[in-house]
């Protein structure tokens, strides 16, 4: 059972098109995340949101824009590409002190946004 | 603010050696949590360990252990009789546990197992 999804694997794309993430998590958790992890491995949180509300919204170009239909969902939109959005996209989900549980994260297997 | 610092960009060890990667951070919650990550070539990021701030007590989980010092603001991840498999980018994180949860990532560890 896959725990947290992300759909699609791989996108390449010219600049100046838009393009869309989803992420999808079958752990019941309220919490789930963005982040970015550029060419030199460096983790960035884009964006955070606790059952379905916003509660993270790091220094982002407003080209890119969230979307969570329920708490299981948590999409990413992205307007205009440029070339310094290729990175892998990272989604995550965790608990966050639900039930006792932890404040860990769970990621999904990555997109990797390619630009040409 | 809150800071992961790992200063060990990359390291290379044999098989079966023991190796430490450091993990110092700062923060000025006084609830708070840390995490090991493992990045394997293959990309997925594998959750490891959580320890929160209240609890000091070091972990042993296999050939994997880890060391949380408050007192010197650190929180080592030390594997024992490495094997080729171990072979990732290992990040330490940290987390408030406050509404407005902050999550901080260290740089990363590059660490090569050589058979």
């Known amino acids: 059972d896959t725990a947290v999804s992300q759909t699609p694997k791989y996108l390449v794309t010219q600049m100046g098109n838009d393009k869309s993430i989803k992420c999808e998590q079958n752990?019941?958790?309220?919490?789930m995340y963005w982040y970015k992890q550029d060419s030199k491995k460096f983790l960035k949180i884009m964006f955070s949101?606790?059952?379905?509300?916003?509660?993270i919204n790091e220094t982002v170009p407003n080209r890119f824009s969230p979307k969570s239909p329920d708490k299981a969902h948590l999409n990413l939109h992205i307007n205009s590409l440029e070339l310094g959005d290729s990175a892998v996209y990272f989604c995550?989900?965790?608990?966050?002190?639900?039930?006792?549980?932890?404040?860990?994260?769970?990621f999904g297997p990555g997109t990797r946004l390619t630009v040409t | 603010a809150q800071k992961v610092t790992q200063a060990q960009t990359e390291i290379s060890v044999v098989e079966k050696e023991d190796v430490t990667l450091d993990c110092v951070y700062e923060?000025?919650?006084?609830?708070?949590?840390l995490f090991w990550y493992k990045q394997p070539p293959s990309g997925e990021l594998v959750f490891l360990i959580r320890?929160?701030?209240?609890?000091?007590q070091n972990e042993i989980s296999g050939r994997y252990s880890w060391n949380f010092q408050k007192s010197t603001s650190s929180f080592n991840f030390t594997i024992t009789a490495s094997q080729v498999v171990d072979s990732a980018v290992y990040f330490c994180?940290?987390?408030?546990?406050?509404?407005?949860?902050?999550?901080?990532f260290g740089t990363g560890t590059k660490l090569q197992v050589i058979p």
């Open positions: 949101y606790n059952n379905k509300e916003l509660i």
């Open positions: 320890r929160n701030s209240f609890d000091e």
């Open positions: 752990l019941g958790h309220d919490t």
């Open positions: 995550a989900s965790s608990p966050r002190g639900q039930q006792g549980k932890g404040y860990e994260q769970y």
């Open positions: 923060t000025r919650d006084t609830t708070y949590y």
């Open positions: 994180a940290l987390s408030n546990s406050g509404g407005y949860q902050k999550v901080t």
